[in-house]
């Protein structure tokens, strides 16, 4: 659960793996409590598609995308940008 700021809900892949409530309102962060306590298929969705997700994090994940994204620039295979193919930051950010 997290605030519908935009990296949050980036993030939460716009709710597919974490629910979101306005941001600085209470009355939102309280409906999404409830409606989350009331709601066991959409709450045991969020707990098993959220465990997987969270997984893509893990520092072995993350620490071979950042190697990646290194190994690429010393064999000077030029910019390092997003639009980069291969083992680049398309890998990094899971596209």
Do not use: H
Not at 10 to 19: T, V
Request: cysteine-free.
């Amino acid at each position: 659960m997290a605030s519908d700021i935009p990296a949050f809900d980036a993030l939460l892949g716009n709710g597919a793996y974490g629910s979101l409530f306005i941001s600085e309102d209470a009355a939102s962060l309280a409906n999404v409590i409830n409606d989350l306590f009331e709601d066991d298929e959409r709450r045991n969705r969020l707990r098993s598609t959220g465990k997987i997700y969270a997984q893509s994090f893990d520092w072995d994940v993350v620490a071979e995308r950042i190697y990646d994204v290194y190994e690429m620039a010393m064999v000077g295979l030029g910019k390092v940008t997003l639009s980069s193919e291969g083992r680049g930051w398309n890998r990094f950010l899971g596209k």
